[in-house]
């Protein structure tokens, strides 16, 4: 299911010390963003700790939405950097078609956010969690349900559960009813964290979820196969204004610090800590980074 095309790498690096130089390191802070589930606020607080770390003031603004609110408040000046996905970015931001090679698809995003918008894309984190479909493992056996292909015929019988903005993104539930000619019983939007519940409660027969969930495993789901390669690869990596960067010497060395360091069994176990083990993003985020020597 998932694609491992690598996109890393920036390497070689030794721990991060202070030396932040620039006008916003002695007084405006760099304003970290995120989306409002798990993955995207861990990640968040790894980029605003990488960047306190190099001697920047921070100022975290998590969980502030979905992929319309967060892009638009970094376009607006409201915050400096956020973690995207290159998927999200080509089909969402873009309007662009799919696209399933890595590579040209951050070379795509990275052009032409840097055109449109003037955003840098920078190194990825190294990890691809794209989008998937899943069931209880026990009624996908039951119903012989191994791919997207084979859900069609007996979708009308299901219910679906997903994001509220999985109902309406081109590369979600719009898209796949196209590609496929899925049409479910009943469509529910819901915010992220319910989503597991739902499906945990038998209050939805198939979810969307990202392959990095470590709640997949958890529950026992099966993951569809995308048979007809719908989903783009969604590459996880950090987003800058370019004023920001021009203004703050050192600021980009530091965010690309997380470039290609997580492998997608990694995410895993990062996500496992904060969904399942109940333990904070910040805690989690400070853990890694010091286990992988990123800071001190």
Same mark, same amino acid.
């Given at each position: 299911m998932k694609r491992r095309t690598v996109l890393t790498a920036i390497g070689g690096f030794?721990? #991060?010390? *202070?030396?932040?130089?620039?006008?916003?390191?002695?007084?405006?802070?760099?304003?970290?963003?995120?989306?409002?589930?798990?993955?995207?606020?861990?990640? *968040?607080?790894?980029? %605003?700790?990488?960047?306190?770390?190099?001697?920047? @003031?921070?100022?975290?603004k998590l969980q502030l939405g979905g992929t319309g609110v967060i892009h638009q408040a970094l376009v607006?000046?409201?915050?400096?950097?956020?973690?995207? !996905?290159?998927?999200? %970015?080509?089909?969402?931001?873009?309007?662009?078609?799919?696209?399933?090679?890595?590579?040209?698809?951050?070379?795509?995003?990275?052009?032409?956010?840097?055109?449109?918008?003037?955003?840098?894309?920078?190194e990825t984190l190294g990890f691809n969690d794209t !989008? %998937?479909?899943?069931?209880?493992?026990?009624?996908?056996?039951?119903?012989?349900?191994?791919?997207?292909?084979? #859900?069609?015929?007996q979708s009308g019988e299901l219910r679906f559960g997903g994001s509220q903005?999985?109902?309406?993104?081109?590369?979600?539930?719009?898209?796949?009813? @196209?590609?496929?000619?899925?049409?479910? @019983?009943e469509k529910r939007g819901m915010d992220p964290g319910l989503v597991y519940q739902a499906i945990g409660t038998d209050n939805a027969d198939v979810i969307s979820v990202f392959t990095t969930d470590a709640r997949i495993k958890a529950q026992d789901l099966k993951v569809l196969q995308d048979d007809k390669l719908f989903f783009p690869p969604y590459f996880l990596t950090a987003v800058v204004r370019q004023d920001a960067l021009d203004a703050n010497k050192g600021l980009l060395e530091a965010v690309n610090r997380l470039g290609g360091k997580f492998t997608e069994d990694e995410m895993i176990q990062i996500n496992?800590?904060?969904? #399942?083990?109940?333990?904070?993003?910040?805690?989690?985020? @400070?853990?890694? #980074?010091k286990k992988k020597g990123i800071i001190r």
């Open positions: 030794a721990a #991060l010390s *202070a030396g932040a130089t620039g006008a916003w390191s002695q007084g405006k802070p760099i304003r970290v963003g995120s989306k409002n589930f798990t993955e995207s606020i861990v990640v *968040a607080n790894m980029i %605003a700790d990488v960047v306190e770390a190099a001697g920047f @003031k921070v100022e975290r607006n000046g409201d915050i400096d950097v956020y973690p995207e !996905y290159t998927g999200t %970015a080509l089909l969402v931001q873009l309007k662009m078609p799919v696209e399933n090679d890595a590579a040209k698809v951050y070379a795509t995003v990275k052009k032409e956010y840097a055109e449109q918008f003037k955003l840098v894309w920078v !989008y %998937a479909l899943a069931m209880k493992r026990s009624e996908a056996e039951k119903r012989n349900i191994k791919s997207i292909s084979d #859900l069609v015929p903005e999985f109902l309406v993104r081109p590369d979600a539930i719009p898209g796949l009813e @196209k590609t496929y000619g899925l049409k479910f @019983k496992a800590a904060i969904d #399942l083990d109940k333990r904070t993003a910040a805690e989690v985020s @400070k853990e890694w #980074l």
